[in-house]
């Protein structure tokens, strides 16, 4: 059985952690005050602006991991484009600073709704995973999918900067009640 | 009654002029060798290679309209990226060469077979719309929706950005069969 550590405690470490535990996987809840990660996967379930703080915290425990990266780095003095450069990702940040773990992009793009409910209006949700680890990326996919939900490979970590892209506009539409907070991009197969 | 001129002939041509016809526009095609153009609105339905040869031809009687991008710029070369700078967009690019029209990003998130269908999935097929000149969004957005799909204003034409990075992870996901040409993202309000 798989041991997830989640750090975080919010709407999107628990849909998350709701997800993974129904699927089987043993899921233990971390704060950011630190502790022992248990799990060989590990979700950085915290806004982008509180990463670097986990990472102080928690990085020397992450070497040969699995980690998720899920942020949103959306700039919300302006809210009107991200934090990170343009021609980088909040992923490729984290990777760059944890250069021993395997770092995949995922559940940026699903609202912390449709991974509870396992629904995005009328289909399956679908967590779209983007990561240079094979191996690391189809054992996340097949948890995900054994707690109910859809995943897709969305190709290498460099594709973050498109799911972050992604995941920005389906804020702005969100917060512009143009797209519902239990909606947003659904993917139909 | 609104007349749209359409410069191109291929499958997003025909399906835009498809829906726009069946929403009671008058819907005019143009070829990449010139003529008058008639329609108070112009999209622009060829690939981006080929946006710059046609604003030559056509660029001087495209003052004053209103001038609809659906390109994807993505660099086939490398399948790994688009071919505008991180920071921009064909949107940009385009805005900037026609500073006497009203330029819209639209149709660029919408396959073919979903603009013809009026479907995505169980759902209805959403035209997503950025722009700097909201009354021709909006007048746009209505006759998108006199022809029985769905239009959502997805904010300015700086948003073009993420609309271009979520049609170039659509096809990248199409291409490796992870998502169906006939669907893709569908948007849940």
């Known amino acids: 059985m798989t041991t997830v550590s989640i750090i975080g ?12 535990a ?3 996987s043993t899921v233990e809840y971390l704060g950011r005050a630190g502790g022992a990660v248990n799990g060989s996967i590990v979700v950085l ?6 990463v670097d ?8 425990q992450l070497a040969g991991k699995t980690v998720v990266d899920i942020t949103n780095p959306v700039d919300f003095a302006t809210f009107d ?3 990170v450069p343009a021609d980088s990702s909040a992923a490729a940040t984290i990777a760059a600073a944890l250069p021993e773990a395997r770092v995949l992009k995922a559940f940026n793009t699903t609202f912390a709704a449709t991974l509870a409910s396992g629904v995005n209006g009328s289909h399956p949700t679908t967590v779209l995973i983007a990561g240079d ?3 690391a990326k189809a054992e996340l996919a097949a948890l995900i999918r ?3 939900l859809n995943a ?3 190709g290498p970590l460099s594709r973050a900067r498109e799911l972050e892209a992604l995941g920005f506009l389906q804020i702005t539409l969100a917060a512009a009640e143009r797209v519902s907070w239990t909606g947003g991009f659904a993917v139909v197969a």
């Open 133 to 135: 680890d094979e191996d």
């Open 22 to 24: 129904a699927g089987g």
């Open 9 to 20: 405690n919010g709407n999107m470490a628990k849909a998350i952690g709701g997800v993974l």
């Open 146 to 148: 054994a707690g109910g």
């Open 53 to 60: 703080a986990v990472l102080a915290t928690y990085g020397a």
């Open 81 to 83: 484009g991200l934090t």
């Open 45 to 50: 379930a915290v806004p982008y602006p509180e």
């Open 152 to 154: 897709v490979d969305a």
